[in-house]
């Protein structure tokens, strides 16, 4: 599935832009498109009632640490912003992963080198709520046939990833 899109995606970029009014008069061998809304790929969760922003940090945080999982990178864009003299909501964006599985996927194939490490956001939003979000890996561990070994590290990752980000969601780790 994940070929056959990426495939279309770059078929799409070498047709005229009357492509739309084509299919929809039903024209003879047209292209398979695959179009995903941009929603299904992320997972948003809001922090719960007497959660704040640290206190949801903290605990994902801990949560990763008890998962063994190492806080690669933390991206404090919110700040950056601020420190340019730009007014900015709360962003931040927290990194995770565990090296010796990163290099396993990789080996199989490089493109999982672009999902990596896994993020995390926590996001202010226009009306002073704070969520954190992530990527939807069911959408790209279900997307590409993998070897057990390497399904199994991608279920498990999966599982960690959710449990950081409730553990942050609602202050518990």
């Known amino acids: 599935?994940?070929?056959?899109?990426?495939a279309s995606a770059a078929l799409l970029c070498l047709l005229p832009l009357s492509l739309p009014n084509a299919l929809a008069s039903g024209v003879a061998n047209a292209p398979e498109v695959n179009m995903y809304e941009i929603g299904q790929t992320v997972l948003k969760i809001g922090l719960?009632?007497?959660?704040?922003?640290?206190?949801?940090?903290?605990?994902?945080?801990?949560?990763?640490?008890?998962?063994?999982?190492?806080l690669v990178g933390h991206q404090n864009v919110g700040a950056e912003l601020e420190a340019r003299g730009l007014e900015s909501p709360r962003l931040e964006i927290f990194q995770?992963?565990?090296?010796?599985?990163?290099?396993?996927?990789?080996?199989?194939?490089?493109?999982?080198?672009?999902?990596?490490p896994c993020s995390i956001a926590l996001i202010e939003d226009n009306d002073g709520r704070y969520w954190l979000e992530m990527l939807n890996l069911d959408m790209i561990i279900n997307a590409y046939e993998l070897p057990a070994e390497l399904q199994a590290i991608a279920i498990t990752i999966n599982g960690e990833m959710l449990s950081i980000i409730t553990a942050g969601a609602t202050g518990n780790f």
């Open 96 to 116: 995770f992963c565990r090296p010796e599985d990163a290099i396993k996927m990789v080996r199989f194939n490089t493109i999982y080198a672009a999902y990596m």
């Open 1 to 6: 599935m994940l070929k056959r899109t990426l």
């Open 48 to 70: 719960a009632d007497g959660v704040n922003p640290d206190d949801a940090i903290d605990a994902m945080n801990s949560k990763a640490v008890e998962l063994n999982m190492k």
